[in-house]
């Protein structure tokens, strides 16, 4: 059975003292109601529903999965009720904005929220999960009267949303999109065609689903300039959002997927559905792509989610069942055999799950004071340098945080041994389940290509440059000519990640100079310069959580033990993670015709 406790402790830890979120809200008098208090009191009672009610239901849900039965879509047993819970406890409108229902509490308080339902049960989360894309779609690009039609009820949670973009023929590339939108003479639009791989596309939590969806107007451009973004109820609504007919928007089927079986993925087949166009004609996908980034921050979580809940469970595991000596000598001679936390390979895997939830829930945490700015934003200068900041940290926390979910998991199924691939334990689930992590809202290929081919060469490098002179102000802050204990104490990291950033920028600019030549090398190093960036940036962030560890040891004498863990998973991660940087850097650097030279004829003599 699997276990789970929030880490609220971890969380207050990077909330109050490492990112300082009290003082970046004290900026907005909009947030003024995020006091300590109110958010301790958040966090508390969201750990007691995630683990309560929501924990119970996770391996549950995966063996039940969801059903089909001609066209509806029924969850796992106690799906609807804990929902039910959820909605009436107001989670769902928590960090939504006031005027239509919301509390108007800061997005990034929601990225906390998010974190521990996620870890509990990410299946169920995905069902209000998939609700934000198509509220922030509405919040930013709906008409007053769509806002007010739509939002109150996505806002409490009595309609959940869906994001439509996948047809059969096309994921990635959603130029190729065929569904089609016929105007009417009323001002609709007829839905024609047919979306795959929705998730929470047909389900019984709600009496309606608000989809958007991506189509074609008459005469469209081809490709990716001709796409329009519609809003397509499951169930008419009136003026006054009364529920009317059935529209003619049917669930065709659901996905028998590897992984989150209590999620609904749907076929959805419309057919001369009425819907009605959001933002400007042929500008679908960049009206998405305007908080595309948002959407990829938060399946970055589920990295750090599966992470976390792989890490909970492989530490008792590993405290508890025994198995030989330590080579050390016996530890615990009264028992049979020590407990297999003694060994030291077993130590690197626990060691490699914590370092990778706590660094990455710190890369998460500070990418959400980042959303804050821009959704706080009062001017659109103000709006798009945050954005610019968000554009080219998201695609490095999506892709590697999903990565590094998947090697977590995998470690801790590893460290329960063969038990680790039954199901009663949970751990081979959470392996099936983070998988689908690093494919959808955009493969890691795609955010690779994403971050080196448009964030860092197309703007030659300038939030590269930004974000690396802000690790070199703190390393200068932090360094060695300082006589203040602490800084002296942070040299380890400081030298490691100082020299890390400056080789950084170096092999960018080498890759610069020989993408003009040959731009086969964007495709070829664009992955392993993605991993290659993440653990410095994760590096940064470790080295952050050592200095406050540090002064947090002469100050809060209750937790000492915290801090000092703390700095003792920072070593770890400097010494045995870090170092990937340097496999990572000889790869990307390597000749692509070793990727392309070999004939596709001769890829297979079969
Ligand atoms: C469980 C699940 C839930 C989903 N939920 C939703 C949802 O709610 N809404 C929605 O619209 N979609 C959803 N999707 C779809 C998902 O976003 C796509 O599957 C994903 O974006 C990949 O697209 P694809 O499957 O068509 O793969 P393809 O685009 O066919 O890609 C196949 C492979 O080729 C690579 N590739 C493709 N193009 C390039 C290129 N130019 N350069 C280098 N490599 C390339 C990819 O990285 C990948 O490895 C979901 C999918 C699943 C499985």
New binding site residues.
């Given amino acids: 059975m699997l276990q789970y406790k929030a880490p609220v402790m971890d969380m207050k830890f990077l909330i109050e003292d490492v990112f300082k979120y009290y003082k970046h809200y004290e900026k907005y008098p909009e947030f003024a109601e995020a006091t300590p208090d109110l958010v301790d009191a958040i966090l508390q009672e969201c750990a007691k529903f995630c683990e309560n009610e929501l924990l119970p239901l996770n391996q549950s849900g995966d063996k039940e999965g969801c059903k089909f039965d001609n066209g509806v879509v029924t969850t796992p047993t106690g799906f609807k009720a804990a929902y039910n819970k959820y909605v009436e406890g107001g989670w769902q409108s928590l960090s939504h904005p006031v005027e239509h229902g919301g509390q108007g509490l800061p997005p990034s308080l929601g990225m906390a929220k998010q974190e521990m339902m996620g870890t509990a049960n990410w299946s169920w989360a995905m069902y209000p999960g998939?609700s934000h894309g198509a509220m922030n779609t509405i919040q930013s690009h709906g008409t007053e009267a769509q806002k007010e039609l739509y939002l109150t009820r996505l806002t409490e949670g009595t309609w959940t949303g869906?994001?439509?973009?996948?047809e059969p023929q096309?994921?990635?590339?959603l130029g190729q999109v065929k569904t089609k939108a016929i105007p009417n003479a009323d001002g609709t639009y007829d839905i024609m065609g047919t979306?795959?791989?929705?998730?929470?596309?047909e389900h019984d939590l709600t009496e309606n689903i608000i989809h958007i969806v991506l189509a074609r107007l008459p005469g469209a451009p081809e490709g990716t300039r001709g796409i329009s973004l519609f809003i397509v109820p499951k169930v008419q609504v009136d003026q006054q959002g009364n529920l009317g007919e059935s529209n003619k928007v049917t669930c065709g089927a659901i996905?028998d997927?590897m992984g989150?079986k209590a999620?609904s993925?749907a076929v959805l087949n419309f057919d001369n559905a009425k819907g009605v166009l959001i933002g400007p004609e042929n500008k679908g996908l960049e009206c998405m792509f305007t908080f595309m980034n948002t959407a990829r921050v938060g399946t970055a979580l589920q990295g750090v989610c599966a992470s976390e809940l792989a890490y909970q469970n492989s530490l008792l595991y590993a405290k508890d069942r025994l198995s030989m000596r330590a080579l050390t000598g016996k530890k615990f001679p009264d028992k049979v055999a020590d407990p297999i936390i003694v060994h030291p390979d077993v130590r690197k895997m626990l060691m490699t799950q914590k370092a990778i939830s706590e660094g990455g829930r710190a890369m998460v945490y500070y990418t959400a004071k980042i959303v804050d700015e821009i959704e706080m934003a009062k001017t659109e200068e103000a709006r798009k340098e945050a954005d610019d900041r968000l554009g080219f940290i998201t695609p490095i926390l999506k892709a590697f945080l999903t990565e590094l979910g998947c090697e977590s998991a995998s470690q801790g199924m590893q460290v329960f041994g063969g038990h680790g691939y039954i199901k009663e334990w949970g751990m081979e689930q959470i392996v099936r389940d983070v998988r689908?992590a690093t494919?959808?809202?955009?493969?890691?290929?795609?955010q690779a290509?994403d971050l080196l081919g448009r964030k860092i060469l197309l703007t030659r490098g300038k939030a590269l440059n930004k974000f690396s002179k802000e690790v070199l102000l703190f390393c200068k802050d932090k360094s060695m000519i300082s006589k203040n204990p602490h800084k002296r104490q942070m040299n380890k990291f400081i030298w490691a990640l100082s020299k890390n950033v400056a080789n950084w920028q170096q092999y960018t600019m080498r890759l610069a100079l020989r993408a003009k030549k040959d731009r086969d090398i964007v495709?070829s190093a664009s992955v392993d310069y993605l991993m290659y960036s993440g653990y410095i940036m994760m590096g940064y962030f470790w080295a952050q959580m050592a200095q406050t560890a540090y002064e947090k040891l002469a100050t809060d004498l209750e937790n000492r033990d915290f801090y000092r863990a703390k700095i003792k998973t920072a070593e770890f991660y400097f010494e045995r993670l870090l170092p990937r940087t340097k496999s990572l850097a000889k790869t990307m650097m390597a000749d692509p015709k070793t990727l392309m030279q070999l004939d596709e004829d001769l890829l297979s003599f079969l």
């Fill in positions: 998939l869906t994001m439509c973009l996948t096309c994921g990635t590339d979306k795959i791989f929705i998730s929470a596309g996905e997927k989150i999620s993925t689908i494919l959808y809202e955009g493969t890691t290929g795609i290509l495709g």
